[in-house]
């Protein structure tokens, strides 16, 4: 089994290759986005030193997706593969996983790089819209709702997330590519790096990704 690392801006679609690559290969998907919404929700200690980092479109301290994911990687189900996504976010994290995997005797296959540029990252995600009761996710223009303030699955309320609003996804986008572009290196140079064009379709970039994969 694989033991991947998703990297991409947000709104790249990392997340949802993720999910497209863990139907095929059955191994967990680890976000550390999700997890650090999920400890945000339950206000647990993490949670709430993170929120006003995510509120305002920041990167949280390194040592919190650090900790959240020696946590996740250290479970059992992660022994035969995982896909890792959207972490290591910069050089910091990228040798703190390094650590962590070696400590749990983890080698690591691939690092696949999803690259968009900004406009696309903008349309994509200032157009996404959120179930406050399930937690689907729709899109004004790509995946719109049947009513525009409901959910289709569960008649929830549909909402924009607050680090969905443009001028804080122009920020996100401005400090990933920041702190990214050392990383890119860093995984070529180890020849684990799988880069590829995100702009397109889902299912382009899905073939693309499995195929380099032999998935």
């Known amino acids: 089994m694989k033991k991947l690392i998703l990297l991409g801006p947000p709104g790249s679609g990392k997340g949802t290759q993720a999910k497209k690559l863990q139907a095929i290969m059955k191994v967990p998907h680890i976000s550390v986005g999700d997890m650090l919404r999920e400890a945000v929700a339950a206000q647990t200690e993490v949670g709430k030193k993170a929120h006003s980092f995510m509120s305002q479109g920041k990167l949280v301290p390194d040592e919190l997706s650090i900790e959240l994911t020696r946590q996740r990687l250290a479970k059992p189900d992660c022994k035969s593969g995982f896909l890792l996504d959207g972490f290591p976010r910069n050089m910091v994290q990228a040798e703190a996983l390094q650590k962590v995997c070696k400590d749990l005797g983890l080698v690591l296959d691939a690092v696949i790089y999803v690259a968009v540029p900004l406009d696309q990252v903008v349309a994509r995600l200032s157009g996404r819209r959120s179930c406050r009761q399930c937690g689907a996710v729709f899109h004004v223009k790509f995946h719109p709702p049947k009513d525009d303030n409901k959910c289709d699955a569960c008649g929830g309320e ?58």
Do not use: C, M, W
């Open 158 to 215: 549909l909402y924009q997330r607050k680090d969905d609003v443009e001028a804080v996804i122009k920020t996100r986008f401005n400090v990933y590519q920041e702190q990214t572009k050392p990383l890119i290196k860093f995984y070529q140079e180890q020849k684990l790096l799988l880069e590829v064009d995100g702009s397109r379709s889902v299912d382009e970039v899905f073939e693309t990704i499995r195929k380099s994969l032999g998935v």
